[in-house]
T-cell receptor, first 110, second 115 residues
């Protein structure tokens, strides 16, 4: 069974700071997705990375897929309170099934 | 609104009662997933359908849980003889699976509380 480990599990920082969260596995995924979830709502897709070494930017968010397609990182620059949420990564297996991490709970304090 | 729709949003039931949730996926999506999520955790896979066929069920899914997708469109998840441990958010997601595409789009979930 493939596992995705996310770290840290919890992060609380001040507005304006930078942060990076990680998603790691010992297995290779065909693609990896990042989602953000707010309390009481379903996860919302942020980005999909497919190619090893790929970097995608979404405003202040930068996503990177590891060269070996086993890990990924999400970097947020100048975090804002609106970035608060649970950040989830999900890796796609060859049969298109998604394997989920447990998430990083991020709190940005004003 | 053409997103994934789940009903009801909230359900409070007494232990031992049966409950049924409904999910309407995005219309052209061929896959439909059910997940369970407890506070602060990632989604826990329950089952998924490819069109109307149920292709996989989690080993964690007890025989009190059953899901259907009769015409390959909407799906229902039924929990019989509910237990307090069933209290959780039940999420439905759909996707249009094809080479290079695996993104799942989620509904807002059904929050179940068993008292």
């Amino acid at each position: 069974t493939q596992l995705l480990e996310q770290s840290p599990q919890f992060l609380s920082i001040q507005e304006g700071e930078n942060l990076t969260v990680y998603c790691n596995s010992s297995s290779v995924f065909s693609s990896l997705q990042w989602y953000r979830q707010e309390p009481g709502e379903g996860p919302v897709l942020l980005v999909t990375v497919v190619t090893g070494g790929e970097v995608k930017k979404l405003k202040r968010l930068t996503f990177q897929f590891g060269d070996a397609r086993k890990d990924s990182s999400l970097h947020i620059t100048a975090a804002q309170p609106g970035d608060t949420g649970l950040y989830l990564c999900a890796g796609a297996e060859s049969n298109y099934q998604l394997i989920w991490g447990a998430g990083t709970k991020l709190i940005i304090k004003p | 609104d053409t997103g994934v729709s789940q009903n009801p949003r909230h359900k409070i039931t007494k232990r031992g009662q049966n409950v049924t949730f409904r999910c309407d996926p995005i219309s052209e999506h061929n896959r439909l997933y059910w997940y369970r999520q407890t506070l602060g955790q990632g989604p826990e896979f329950l089952t998924y359908f490819q069109n109307e066929a149920q292709l996989e069920k989690s080993r964690l899914l007890s025989d009190r849980f059953s899901a259907e997708r009769p015409k390959g469109s909407f799906s229902t998840l039924e929990i019989q003889r509910t237990e307090q441990g069933d209290s959780a958010m039940y999420l439905c997601a759909s996707s249009l699976v094809s080479p290079g595409r695996t993104e799942a789009f989620f509904g807002q979930g059904t929050r179940l509380t068993v008292v």
